[in-house]
């Protein structure tokens, strides 16, 4: 089991060293040391850690207990050390008991559970009679409030499972439970895990999927098609979406410059033989599907951003009766959720806007079923719990009915060290032991549950993220989701009667404020207010930046305080300009160099300093 952190550490030495903290229980950034061979020193007694329950997410009502059993291989008095540590490295628990052992002898140590809501590493350390250390193992559990959630199948939230590939395998009774909890409603499912299995964790199949028939004829693909659908629909009779197309390219489709009011090329010979022929197939397929499905949505696209195959799709003309809604299936790994390029997160915006500009303005966005997977090797653990929560709550506004998040847990194989491998809400199988991101999702899907996106709450800052919910049956309640993209900012939410309202971090740990306003610490991860009165109004204040804070000693080069020793570029820069007009234009977003004033300021904390303003 790979050593947790509690803090943000980062596994590669790419990224400051500032962010790789050295905890009690951290790693610490790469050294120059190369270790050529290592002598094992076989321990006199064995350390087995387990919790008492099959999963480490636990409700109080379990009363979950973690096990260490120490076996002696040697006679002796051994002692078990125990921590917990949350997710900001505070340790909340620190404890230890010793045991006297014949060899062969065993005795279990048994540590009960009883913490606040939210994410804890563990470690439990295995010590001789001289306070040396034998075993040193780590882990992690999450410790939830009872599950209120409302929200059946018509919850967009699930994820994807490797089931057999890559080291895991099917064992409902532990891995359903898992799902149930974060309250997950969707996850690709064998065909031995039919509905009336797995609806007892909540849990059904995410959609049909593609059909990659290769029959020669339209009528025999068709055929194909038309029983997968039945397989797939007997087995889970709550599916109701279907993909057209999955990871099908675009066959050569020309890149939607419509979005800037360029006509596209035209297609070449193969490109329009291609397209002839999936334009046949998908019209008889809507047809069929209308007729004989009518309860399946068809969401096209699922390919990428998506934009190519979209576009193409619908400058082709058609028929909007067959499309319930267009699919981005862009994985997004270290990209921000809020940048603006066509290859994260905000690629929907781009196909939404494809779609607008070719004359189909109403269409619904969605995501495909393998959508999201945040790098927790590249990113940290905290960011990736961070960023997985605001892909969510983008989803959300977006109004997306599949929100795919990760995987249930890491492949256990090579595969782990890939661009997809190690996206989970949980460590490896058999282990299964659970990150910051499975609490932060399970915060999430039971806070948020089955609220309808109101509004993005304005907040005077375009990098202040307010977004407002109602569940009107549920909480009778108003549920704002704020957070921003990077460091701190001070927030002030005016509500303009006095009242108690409930505040939860990403983590799910729990207070009361009481009052007509309250102020908050947003930061980079979700926090989220239950209110009985809706805001009426959200104001930004300072920021600051302890991520980015400079070195003790700095030497300072130029104090950037007057305008005598900085200006702006005359020149346009070739490298940077990116429009219809140049090299690189199927890149979004365009960027073109702006209209720009360098001036100097009085600035209320940094004194002096040079401010730059885009006119």
């Known amino acids: 089991n790979r050593t947790y952190s509690p803090t943000n550490h980062v596994s590669v030495n790419m990224f400051d060293p500032a962010t790789h903290r050295d905890t009690v229980y951290g790693v ?13 020193e076989k321990s006199p007694a064995t350390l087995d850690v387990r919790a008492n329950l099959d999963f480490q997410v636990f409700y109080k009502s379990d009363n979950p207990a973690w096990l260490a059993k120490v076996q002696a291989r040697e006679a002796g008095e051994y002692t078990v050390r125990w921590d917990f540590a949350d997710v900001d490295g505070k340790i909340v628990e620190s404890s230890k008991k010793t045991v006297t052992l014949a060899a062969g ?3 279990t140590v048994t540590v009960p559970v009883d913490t606040e809501n939210g994410w804890f590493a563990t470690r439990f350390q295995l010590l001789d009679n001289k306070g040396g250390v034998l075993l040193d193992h780590r882990g992690s559990f999450v410790f939830l409030p009872p599950d209120t959630r409302k929200a059946g199948f018509e919850s967009p939230f699930g994820t994807w499972l490797f089931w057999s590939a890559h080291g895991g395998d099917y064992v409902i009774e532990r891995q359903g439970p898992l799902l149930q909890r974060a309250g997950l409603r969707h996850a690709t499912l064998p065909d031995t895990w039919p509905e009336s299995i797995s609806s007892k964790y909540g849990l059904t199949a995410w959609a049909v999927p593609w059909s990659r028939s290769r029959k020669p004829t339209l009528a025999e693909k068709l055929a194909d098609h038309e029983a997968l659908i039945e397989k797939y629909t007997t087995l889970w009779p709550s599916v109701d979406k279907m993909l057209i197309w999955h990871e099908s390219g675009s066959a050569d489709a020309a890149f939607p410059s419509e979005m800037w009011g360029q006509a596209p090329p035209p297609p070449t010979e193969k ?27 068809m969401q096209y696209g699922n390919d990428g951003n998506s934009l190519g195959i979209v576009a193409e799709l619908l400058r082709r003309k058609f028929p909007r009766q067959y499309i319930d809604t267009i699919a981005s299936e862009n994985v997004g790994q270290t990209i921000i959720p809020e940048k603006p ?17 070719l004359g189909y303005p109403d269409i619904p ?9 945040r790098r927790d090797k590249t990113l940290g653990l905290k960011t990736q719990a961070d960023w997985y929560m605001r892909d969510a709550l983008h989803g959300l506004a977006y109004g997306f009915d599949t929100i795919a998040l990760g995987t249930l847990y890491d492949a256990g194989t090579g595969y782990y060290y890939s661009t997809w491998g190690d996206g989970g809400l949980t460590e490896r199988y058999p282990y299964m032991q659970p990150k910051p991101a499975y609490a932060a999702l399970a915060t999430l899907t039971r806070v948020v549950d089955s609220a309808k996106f109101q509004r993005a709450v304005p907040t005077g800052s375009t990098a202040l993220y307010a977004m407002e919910f109602q569940h009107a049956d549920k909480w009778k309640k108003w549920i704002y989701a704020l957070w921003t993209p990077r460091g701190h900012r001070t927030t002030t939410l005016n509500f303009g009667a006095a009242g108690s309202r409930t505040v939860i971090d990403t983590y799910g740990r729990q207070t009361t404020q009481n009052g007509a306003t309250m102020e908050l610490d947003i930061s980079t991860g979700a926090k989220y207010v239950i209110s009985e009165t809706p805001v009426t109004s959200i104001t930004g204040g300072r920021s600051w930046f302890p ?18 020793n900085w200006s702006i570029a005359p020149d346009v820069d070739t490298r940077l300009e990116r429009t219809g007009d140049t090299r690189g234009k199927e890149m979004m977003p365009h960027r073109t160099r702006g209209n720009f004033e360098l001036r100097e300021v009085t600035d209320a904390e940094k004194g002096k300093s040079l401010e730059l303003e885009l006119k």
């Open 547 to 564: 991520e980015d804070a400079p070195p003790a000693a700095p030497i300072v080069v130029d104090a950037m305080d007057s305008v005598e």
């Open 365 to 373: 966005v969605t995501a495909a079923y393998e959508w999201m997977n």
């Open 105 to 107: 002898k065993e005795e």
């Open 341 to 357: 390029t066509q290859d994260g997160l905000q690629a929907t915006w781009y196909i939404r806007e494809t779609a607008r500009k």
């Open 28 to 40: 610490s950034p790469r050294s120059a040391a190369h270790v050529f061979a290592i002598a094992l």
């Open 271 to 297: 490109a329009a033989a291609a397209w002839k022929e999936r334009m046949e197939y998908v019209t008889a397929l809507g047809e069929m599907v209308r007729k004989k499905y009518p309860k399946l949505k």
